[in-house]
């Protein structure tokens, strides 16, 4: 007699109930865990050597501890109120209920957006809610990680001279009265989400709220000191690369997520993603070459960074020859606002952005948003599930021309609030704590703020004393041994 045919299936493959329940896609679980843990990589190492590489040799611990700090206090805020104001049931269109992820039960049951269910305007629903065929821990996992690597991205707009105690404090007040009102404004449900804007994954929630709050955040802390703000080179190229390519290959996970699912978008999107990147990093490489005469690495990496913003907005909505175009653009684009319009705009040279987050996140973040507008295709938008259906670009006609409008609106809105509460934000810091550094530990950087620095330049560690003459070494020329030989030539060393 034949075997039936369940028996063919090995039992790990079967869903039995309790820790396999029939919801549970153990392929999607697989896939977001590893999405997750990819963005995460992005942040802690990635931005965390970014920074501390970037920066000037005296700022290179607390640029590093900056990021350190902000991903460690993210995740508290978020498992303990934050997640829910972004994802759960709705309080206002712009704010869901907060409270605690952390019970076993709510991380068990299957992971869902409960306040993105949409409905026509005679109450029958178009749109079911999102949902994930695994866990919510997975979901506040994912979701984790884009919190906290917006407000990392935050930090290098008022790298070299915010006091480290002002940042202890103004990352759980941004989390909780800014990033938490954008993402469920656009995604968790809120009012953008049940108007139709598009945002595949955080080109608004997470580049344009980081590019403007750190624009502002660095209005009120000040500029840098003129010395460190007229000569500001990494202190380490290479490294400064590799925490650029962990940023990189890490947003195969930060687009490659963010349908909730491992489908035929996911790949495309992840595609798509490094396509635009290359695009960009060599449309901003060509124009260094061609108006400044020789390529810089430094723009390289800011054409990698813009290239990737862009695209995050659209990746799954948009075909291949799109994201070439938007690569095209978003080393075009970006380069001008920062080469040429930063120069003649007063505001922007007033403002001392010590990273050009504003240029590479806030502006790329919206040019990618308005290319959702222009290229969303038809299909790819019925596959995502949005909110309101036939939705698609301005490319394709129908509806596309609508879209535009509601893209340029979402945009406003997120620049608008980040604006106002970053304000406040630092207002409500500077009464309580100086937000800048004093003078002293300006000039003297980390191991006045900190008490430690980023390289032993001397012994284990040991100050090496100035004031010591320079050491007299006499090196015979034909065998480099040192001594006073008659034909030996005097070389003076300068520690």
């Known amino acids: 007699m034949a075997s039936p045919v369940g028996s063919l299936v090995p039992s790990a493959y079967n869903n039995t109930g309790g820790v396999a329940p029939d919801w549970l896609n153990k392929g999607d679980n697989a896939w977001q865990l590893t999405a997750a843990t990819l963005v995460g990589l992005q942040s802690m190492p990635g931005l965390v050597i ?3 590489s970037i920066v000037k040799k005296k700022w290179a611990v607390n ?10 206090a993210t995740l508290l805020c978020w498992v303990t109120w934050a997640y829910k104001m972004s994802f759960g049931d709705k309080l206002l269109p712009i704010w869901g209920k907060a409270g605690t992820t952390l019970g076993y039960t709510f991380l068990l049951k299957q992971a869902d957006l409960p306040s993105t269910i949409h409905y026509y305007a005679n109450g029958t629903v178009e749109m079911h809610e999102v949902e994930g065929f695994y866990g919510m ?12 690597i917006t407000v990392i991205l935050l930090a290098g707009s008022v790298l070299g001279r915010m006091s480290f105690r002002a940042w202890m404090l103004f990352v759980p007040l941004w989390l909780t009265f800014s990033y938490t009102v954008g993402a469920f404004s656009v995604w968790g449900g809120g009012f953008l989400w049940q108007w139709g804007v598009i945002d595949y994954a955080g080109g608004y929630v997470i580049h344009v709220s980081s590019g403007v709050g750190g624009f502002v955040a660095a209005y009120w802390v000040g500029p840098r000191l003129p010395k460190d703000r007229e000569r500001f080179p990494p202190n380490n190229v290479l490294l400064m690369l590799t925490g650029a390519g962990l940023l990189w290959m890490g947003w195969s996970g930060f687009n490659g997520g963010a349908p909730f699912s491992a489908n035929i978008v996911t790949g495309l999107a992840v595609l798509n993603t490094h ?10 490489t060509t124009l260094d070459v061609i108006v400044f005469g020789k390529p810089s690495v430094i723009g390289a990496v800011q054409g990698m960074m813009t290239g990737l913003v862009t695209i995050t907005p659209a990746a799954g909505f948009v075909p291949g020859w799109a994201a070439m175009v938007m690569g095209i653009l978003a080393g075009s684009i970006p380069w001008w606002s920062m080469m040429w319009l930063h120069k003649r705009w007063s505001l922007l040279q007033h403002v001392d952005d010590t990273l050009g987050v504003f240029h590479t996140h806030a502006v790329a973040g919206l040019l990618g948003g308005i290319c959702v507008g222009l290229f969303a295709e038809p ?3 019925s596959y995502m599930g949005l909110a309101v259906t036939n939705s698609n670009g301005l490319f394709y006609g129908g509806n596309g021309g609508i879209q535009v409008v509601k893209q340029l609106a979402g945009a406003a809105f997120v620049i608008g609030w980040n604006i106002v509460v970053t304000t406040l934000i630092m207002f409500f810091i500077g009464f309580i704590m100086p937000l800048r550094m004093s003078e ?10 900190h008490g430690e620095e980023a390289y032993a330049l001397w012994g284990d560690g040991e100050r090496f004393d100035t004031r010591q003459p320079a050491i007299e070494l006499e090196m015979d020329p034909m065998n480099g041994n040192a001594g006073h030989h008659p034909a030996s030539r005097n070389t003076v060393l300068h520690i």
């Open 63 to 72: 640029s590093a501890f900056m990021a350190l700090y902000a991903f460690a």
């Open 440 to 449: 002293e530990h300006l000039l003297v950087g980390d191991d006045a703020e």
């Open 275 to 284: 396509v635009c990147a290359a695009a960009s990093l060599l449309t901003w």
């Open 379 to 381: 299909q790819l938008c």
């Open 137 to 148: 821990a997975d979901m506040v996992l994912f979701q984790f990680f884009f919190a906290a």
């Open 50 to 52: 970014l920074y501390g």
